[in-house]
C-alpha cells in the first residue's frame, strides 16, 4: 500500500493557472518563486527636478508647440488635437484586394492630447479631488463628443519616461477609431458570452464576489473598489470597478464622479508611498464601444 498521500494545494506554493475571463486565456501563477534570493540590479529614486512652469516645454500654458500653435493660458484642464497624431480622420482606404497572408483595412480616427493641470510638478495624486473631478468631467464629455463620429474612443495615460511618456507634463492620451482594438473587441466577446450563460454582467458579479472575499481587495468606498485581479499579469496591477452596472464614464452620478476621484487620488497616491518615488504607470479606461461599426 502507498502509505505517502498527496500535498494539499496551496496557491502560494505550487504553480498553477489561473483563468482571466475578460481574455478568455490562462495566466501561469508561480507565487512559491516569490522567495528566490534576489541579487538584481536596485536603483536609487530618481530625483525630481520637474519645473512649475517650462516655457520651452510645450504642454506648458503660453508655450508653442511643435506646428507653431500657441497654448492659452490655462488654469485647469486643456484639450488639442495631437501634433503627431497614430490616427488621421481622412486616411485613405488600402482598398481589399489583398492575399490572404498580407491583407490591410481602413483604419481612420483622430488623437488629441489632454492636460490635467497647468503645472508640471504636479501629477494625478498630487491634485485636489475636485481638480482630479474637472479631469473625471473632460474626459465624459470627450466620450460622448467623440463617440457621436467614432466606435470606440480609448483614454488612457503613460506616466514617467519609464513608461515611454515624452513629456512629464501631467496629460494622457486620447484616441477615437472607427474600429474596435483587439483589447476590447476581446473584452467584448467575453462579456457578451458570460452574460449570455449566467444573466449577470460579468463584471459586476465579480466585484461583488470580490467585496465580499476581501481578498485582494487594495482601496474601496461606496461606489468604487480597487482590487488586484484574480488573474493579474503583471506585479502592483490593479483594476478599478463600479459596484453597480455602468457602461460608460459619462453614465456616471455626480456623486459617483466625486467618489471615483477620490478613490482615484488614494490608490496613486499608495503607488507613490509604497516606492517613494512618482510612480511610473499605464493606465487606460474600458467602456462600452459607442456603436456599431459601419462599413465604409
Not at 530618481?46 to 493660458?73: F, K, M, T, W
Not at 481602413?106 to 498630487?126: E, N, Q, Y
Amino acid at each position: 500500500m502507498d502509505s505517502f498521500s498527496k500535498p494539499t494545494f496551496d496557491p502560494k506554493e505550487h504553480q498553477h493557472l489561473r483563468y482571466n475571463p475578460l481574455r478568455d486565456s490562462w495566466v501561469l501563477v508561480s507565487a512559491h518563486r516569490m522567495k528566490r534570493p534576489w541579487k538584481g540590479q536596485v536603483e536609487k529614486p530618481p530625483e525630481d527636478n520637474i519645473p512649475r512652469h517650462d516655457p520651452h516645454n510645450p504642454l506648458c500654458p503660453g508655450s508653442v508647440r511643435a506646428n507653431g500653435q500657441v497654448n492659452p493660458e490655462y488654469d485647469s484642464t486643456f484639450m488639442f488635437d495631437n501634433d503627431f497624431p497614430a490616427l488621421q480622420p481622412d486616411a485613405p482606404d488600402p482598398g481589399s484586394d489583398h492575399h490572404p497572408l498580407f491583407q490591410s483595412k481602413a483604419a481612420r480616427g483622430v488623437c488629441k492630447v489632454m492636460c490635467f493641470h497647468p503645472r508640471s510638478d504636479i501629477t494625478l495624486p498630487l491634485m485636489t479631488p475636485a481638480e482630479i473631478r474637472k479631469v473625471i468631467d473632460k474626459w465624459a464629455d470627450l466620450i460622448v463628443e467623440l463617440g457621436a463620429e467614432y466606435t470606440w474612443v480609448q483614454i488612457f495615460e503613460n506616466k514617467g519616461a519609464m513608461m515611454g511618456c515624452s513629456n512629464p507634463h501631467p496629460h494622457c492620451q486620447v484616441w477615437a477609431s472607427n474600429f474596435l482594438p483587439n483589447e476590447a473587441a476581446l473584452a467584448e466577446r467575453c462579456q457578451r458570452d458570460f452574460l449570455q450563460k449566467h444573466g449577470e454582467p460579468l463584471l459586476v458579479q465579480y466585484a461583488r464576489m470580490e467585496a465580499q472575499a476581501q481578498e485582494r481587495v487594495v482601496v474601496e468606498n461606496e461606489h468604487w473598489l480597487v482590487v488586484v485581479p484574480y488573474w493579474a499579469t503583471w506585479p502592483f496591477q490593479t483594476l478599478l470597478l463600479p459596484r453597480r452596472h455602468v457602461l460608460r464614464l459619462p453614465d456616471l452620478t455626480a456623486q459617483e464622479r466625486d467618489s471615483l476621484a477620490s478613490i482615484m487620488k488614494r490608490l496613486l497616491t499608495k503607488y507613490d508611498n509604497l516606492f517613494e518615488v512618482s510612480f511610473p504607470y499605464s493606465m487606460g479606461w474600458h467602456g462600452k464601444r459607442m456603436h456599431l461599426i459601419l462599413q465604409s
